[in-house]
């Protein structure tokens, strides 16, 4: 009953999405229009989140324009729209149930620095936001990962350790953000020692290596803002373990 009333939906959606990809060639549309946007939200309310469904799940937000569409009738009244970067349905707690992970931009200007994160409760559809903290996200599938072993995935967010000026690399410290029952919240990095020690401080160490021989791959100036960088990053990673 419940599939012949989620089909119903998603035919409907499909019908009106294609209208608006039909305008979207015609570039007679920038963003689907609110209808269209209030349709995924509600096909997406009525099919369930699992396994078994993701096909469908994955038909409905298909590219960064229906998944965008979708953030922005689940958000709501909000005064600066969200971009959606990347998105994918993943279980993030090994119950079955499948949350949505996107990167958003808000800044127009593709910077992919925070990740919402949508649990369906019911026929409720539930909403966070984590980051935001300056760092782009380019892969957020690279981001999810269980780095614990326990069984949850944990997300991993670059932070800007300084401001960006120009076209120099700036220092970033990876947060690592992980379920506490509730929702996601960052982590002490004292609880994955291992991730930070293993695979983040060994990567920044063979970076400085690199950068030590002198290299004519790497101009001068961006040779010592790199070292720079890899610096600041690895500090920030001793104080924080210690
Ligand atoms: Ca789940
Ligand atoms: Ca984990």
Redesign the pocket.
């Known amino acids: 009953m419940q599939t012949t009333r989620a089909a119903k939906f998603i035919d409907a959606v499909s019908h009106r999405l294609s209208l608006v990809v039909a305008g979207l060639a015609a570039g007679l549309l920038t963003i689907p229009a609110a209808t269209a946007r209030d349709d995924i939200l509600t096909s997406l309310q009525s099919i369930e989140w699992v396994e078994e469904n993701r096909s469908d799940l994955e038909g409905l937000l298909s590219d960064q324009d229906t998944a965008t569409a979708f953030m922005v009738a689940l958000y709501g009244d909000v005064v600066v729209l969200p971009n959606v970067g990347g998105h994918l349905f993943i279980d993030l707690d090994g119950d079955n149930g499948l949350e949505l992970v996107a990167t958003i931009d808000y800044s127009g200007r593709g910077f992919y620095a925070s990740v919402a994160i949508v649990y369906q409760n019911g026929h409720r559809l539930d909403f966070q936001e984590v980051g935001g903290h300056g760092g782009n996200m380019t892969n957020l599938r690279n981001s999810i990962?269980?780095?614990?072993?326990?069984?949850?995935?944990?997300i991993t967010i670059p932070r800007l350790l300084e401001p960006y000026q120009g076209v120099e690399p700036v220092p970033i410290f990876i947060d690592v953000y992980?379920?506490n029952g509730l929702q996601y919240i960052v982590a002490d990095p004292l609880q994955y020692e291992d991730f930070y020690r293993k695979r983040v401080l060994r990567r920044i160490e063979e970076n400085l290596d690199a950068l030590s021989v002198d290299s004519a791959s790497v101009g001068a100036d961006m040779r010592a803002a790199l070292i720079h960088k890899y610096e600041v990053e690895q500090t920030e990673i001793i104080n924080a373990l210690q």
């Open positions: 990962d269980d780095l614990d072993g326990d069984g949850d995935l944990e992980h379920w």
